[in-house]
């Protein structure tokens, strides 16, 4: 019945930079651009008709959205867009350089709180002007509900939260939705829909632009996954 197409935003600047985004809100780069087109592309190439579509509410995901629904000529769709569905909050580490952050506290520690499931990065203060609660875009959401910083845990619990109560009723009418959003509330998600062990969390990538299928019957039942990359089909 339901179909799920998620996808990563094309790279942003910050990505090709090596910076640590999270909840900073920087633009698509020029190859996230033609990330996200590829990926309309292939939408509109294997006959993909999208009924909603989802993102996060940092503009990287919702330009992503924008034109993949552009190009595969899906504009008129529902766009409904998420505070939940943002990255991970990389606290203090937001706007740093990923490989001298490596090499202040070490190796071991770094690829724990990066790849890990429950190790948090240094909170954000409060009065910190990188805080969300600094954020006009978020106005509407509660101060207490507003990270300071994240782990892979955290993310997936607002990711997974979101899921059920806004995406699992499209996908039980029948829809296909695709959602546009980041790589580690993506991996989050992907996380809880194929029953990873949070053990084996530091192993599930997603790549930008890649259109990642989960089919479901009328139980939300997972009955077929697979993954539509530019050059070939590939299914699991």
Not at 149 to 165: A, G, M, N, W
């Amino acid at each position: 019945m339901g179909k799920l197409i998620l996808v990563r935003h094309g790279k942003s600047i910050w990505n090709i930079e090596n910076i640590f985004t999270g909840w900073t809100d920087v633009d698509i780069a020029e190859e996230g651009i033609e990330e996200a087109k590829i990926a309309g592309q292939l939408i509109r190439d294997h006959h993909l008709s999208i009924d909603i579509c989802f993102s996060s509410f940092l503009k990287r995901a919702i330009k992503t959205a924008t034109i993949i629904l552009e190009i595969s000529d899906l504009m008129y769709i529902d766009f409904i867009k998420s505070w939940k569905l943002n990255e991970r909050c990389y606290g203090d580490w937001q706007g740093r350089n990923k490989d001298e952050v490596k090499r202040e506290i070490g190796e071991e520690l770094f690829w724990k709180v990066r790849r890990g499931f429950k190790t948090l990065p240094p909170n954000l203060s409060i009065h910190d002007e990188r805080h969300p609660k600094f954020d006009a875009k978020y106005n509407k959401v509660s101060i207490g509900d507003l990270p300071r910083s994240e782990s892979l845990e955290q993310t997936k619990q607002r990711t997974v939260q979101y899921f059920f109560e806004a995406i699992v009723p499209e996908l039980v009418k029948g829809k296909t939705v695709l959602i546009s959003a980041h790589g580690n509330s993506l991996r989050a998600l992907i996380g809880y829909i194929e029953n990873i062990a949070s053990s084996e969390m530091p192993k599930v990538e997603v790549q930008t632009g890649v259109l990642n299928i989960y089919e479901f019957d009328e139980n939300m039942s997972l009955k077929e996954q697979y993954q539509l990359k530019q050059t070939s089909v590939l299914k699991t």
